[in-house]
């Protein structure tokens, strides 16, 4: 059975689109370029995911999400935008999005990042936490893009560091394979896409944004963390800020 999937994009040529690019792997259930329509049918049809753009008429689609947010709606967000904007993309994460794909993508990047929030956490809504929000702030900062696998990783391995600190004396026995299993992957695979997400912050230069996040001057030029050094240097952050009351 076919994952439901409804699409709000700025237009109907972008609908089309989308419809003929997911139609072999998901049911798209309804489809639509003004955002108020699109809540009213999503409280109706109970999709499994929303693809959304930023940009569509009369409620956009920062206001969509906050919207699922406030009615707790049982759909799982995905953004498809032309807008690259790092504060949007901030908001649009912090406001619940899994993933923020900018246009163009690639059509098998588009379907593998619909099927990880379909299968994310199955039966609910993911709404995101203060400590999410928190995570997700400092990721975008320093240059971590949202729509990589490695950032839901990363983001899963802090929460566990901030919840149990211990845990990053076992990253590869314990934090890699538990952070596999929620999300259906290898232990390897999330080593890999967590390495990946770090080389590509750090491949932009901008380590004296780095050092601000982290208030230290950690790192220099192209010198570049370890997974669970970057882990535990979050993870930290959030501990010292009296993010542990936050974990859930």
Not at 25 to 41: M, N, P, T, W, Y
Not at 211 to 229: C, D, H, I, L, M
């Amino acid at each position: 059975m076919k994952r439901t999937v409804y699409v709000l994009q700025e237009n109907a040529e972008s609908l089309d689109l989308i419809r003929g690019l997911i139609a072999d792997d998901f049911e798209v259930v309804g489809a639509s370029c003004r955002g108020d329509v699109a809540l009213k049918e999503i409280a109706n049809l109970k999709p499994d995911v929303l693809l959304t753009e930023l940009i569509c008429a009369n409620v956009d689609g920062l206001a969509v999400l906050e919207e699922i947010k406030a009615q707790n709606l049982s759909v799982k967000p995905v953004v498809l935008s032309y807008i690259t904007n790092r504060s949007a993309i901030g908001k649009a994460v912090g406001l619940g999005a899994l993933y923020y794909l900018t246009k163009p993508t690639e059509k098998s990047v588009l379907v593998s990042r619909l099927k990880d929030a379909a299968q994310a956490e199955d039966g609910s809504a993911i709404r995101p936490t203060a400590l999410d929000e928190k995570i997700s702030k400092i990721f975008i900062s320093v240059g971590i893009p949202p729509h990589i696998k490695g950032y839901a990783y990363l983001r899963e391995g802090v929460k566990m560091a901030v919840k149990t600190p211990e845990i990053i004396n076992s990253i590869t026995k314990k934090l890699y394979p538990d952070i596999g299993e929620k999300y259906s992957t290898t232990a390897s695979k999330v080593e890999r896409a967590m390495r990946h997400a770090i080389e590509v912050a750090w491949n932009r230069g901008r380590t004296d944004s780095i050092n601000t996040v982290f208030g230290v001057r950690a790192y220099v030029g192209s010198e570049k963390p370890t997974n669970g050094e970057f882990i535990a240097l979050v993870a930290d952050k959030m501990i010292l800020e009296g993010a542990q009351s936050l974990v859930q």
